[in-house]
């Protein structure tokens, strides 16, 4: 997954919802993107209708996907016991998205750094 960049759901939404930045993000033509498995079950869990998840379907056969696997749940299970005494909240999908991030070794690019400025083992974009 060279120049790959793993997107949280954060960006996808604002695109979708036709925010500026986000659709300036995804139009950046120097890197592949990819979203994991998480982000899938996101943005799926958004759709409130079947219009709306068949446009889904078709919105992200455009990006590689980043399967949830045995070694991201491990890394998740340690980031979780490396963070959770420390923060005060924990979002399992963030850890999920960030614990995929480094399972393959790729820079996440968020809209909501707070929720993963925290972790010292991924890159944040």
């Given amino acids: 997954m060279e120049n790959t960049i793993l997107l949280d759901s954060n960006i996808l939404i604002a695109a979708f919802r036709r925010n500026e930045d986000a659709v300036s993000i995804l139009s950046n033509k ?3 993107f990819a979203i994991s498995d998480i ?3 996101e943005l799926f869990a958004g759709c409130k209708t079947v219009e709306k998840r068949k446009e889904m379907e078709n919105i992200l056969k455009f990006y590689a996907q ?3 696997t045995q070694n991201v749940s491990q890394k998740a299970i340690a980031l979780i016991k490396r963070y959770a005494v420390s923060r005060n909240t ?3 999908p963030d850890i999920l998205i960030a ?3 480094l399972n393959y070794n ?3 690019k968020t809209l909501n750094t707070k929720d993963f400025d925290f972790i010292r083992e991924i890159t944040l974009l």
């Fill in 66 to 68: 980043a399967p949830f």
């Fill in 39 to 41: 982000t899938t079950m």
């Fill in 99 to 101: 614990a995929t991030a």
């Fill in 90 to 92: 924990l979002h399992l």
């Fill in 30 to 32: 120097n890197f592949n």
């Fill in 106 to 108: 790729l820079p996440l």
